[in-house]
């Protein structure tokens, strides 16, 4: 950092390629690594967890994710139309405290001497813990392969636990919605991710009444507009059966954000 070849908000990530390889044993979803990538390479976690060990910092994300609450200004500031943060907001970010991780490979050791050592007594491979029901969208969003999935699904993992919570169950949500009155219903996020760039995240469950094409062009023109009108990085929508509540399809939009007066024009009708 002071030869001025990193800035302050890319800290490198230094690993043994022994804790590599059994990171890379112990990751069971593309998106639980490039999350923890993300995580460890944060400046804000790296000052809020303090390890000897990268195993221990391993073991440490797969049952608390490393998840540090954000800057609520920096919020304010990203996402302008929000108003201002909330005292609950504020009070969560100024109580974190740095945290000293104490030796936690205990279960990774008995689950590597059960493997190597048939006699030993069997353990349970230490696995991410999140909640289950977003852990299965986000299985089904890995096995779709379309474009944007890794990145859709890593953005799924990237909030807090309450709202992993949340992503788990809005879904099932809009489907009861859809059921009681037989219309189109969807929800939308605004998130930043862990470099700070504003995202947009969409769940909707269509009504009987639309096609499957104008549900497509519609959703893509809403999204584009959406990620328009907070210049988010990114936006995925994902599209859930409402009899199901399976995951259809995502639509994804990575471009990068230029004035465009159409979008300007489907910006000011998507807000009135």
Known sequence: MHAGVLGSGHIPWTVSVHDLRIICELTERPSEL???????????????????DELDLFVL??????????????????FPGTG????????????QQ??????????LDAWYASVLDPAKPPADKPR??????????????????????????????EGSAKAQHSFGGYAAKLAREVKRDGQHHMLTWLMADSADRPCVLVWVCAGPDKSDEDLEQELT??????????KAYRAAC??????????????????????????????YHLTE
Not at 61 to 78: H, K, M, T, W, Y
Not at 246 to 263: C, M, T
Request: proline share 7%; with cysteine; glycine share 4%.
């Open 34 to 52: 490039l999350l923890y990538l993300r995580r460890r390479t944060q400046p804000e976690t790296t000052s809020m967890f303090l390890a000897v």
């Open 61 to 78: 994300f797969q049952s608390r994710g490393l998840f540090v609450e954000p800057d609520p200004n920096r919020l304010a500031e990203i």
């Open 84 to 95: 201002q943060p909330s005292v609950a907001a504020q009070r969560r970010y100024a109580r």
């Open 98 to 107: 740095p945290e000293m991780i104490p030796g936690r490979t205990r279960p």
């Open 128 to 157: 991410y813990t999140g909640d289950q029901k977003l852990l299965h969208i986000v299985d089904a969003v890995t096995a779709l392969c379309a474009p944007g999935w890794l990145s859709t699904a890593t953005l799924l993992l």
């Open 221 to 230: 023109d809403y999204l584009a507009a959406k990620k328009y009108q907070v």
């Open 238 to 267: 994902m599209v859930f059966d409402p009899r199901t509540v399976e995951l259809r399809r995502i639509i994804f939009d990575n471009r990068i954000n230029h004035h465009d007066e159409e979008l300007e024009h489907n910006w």
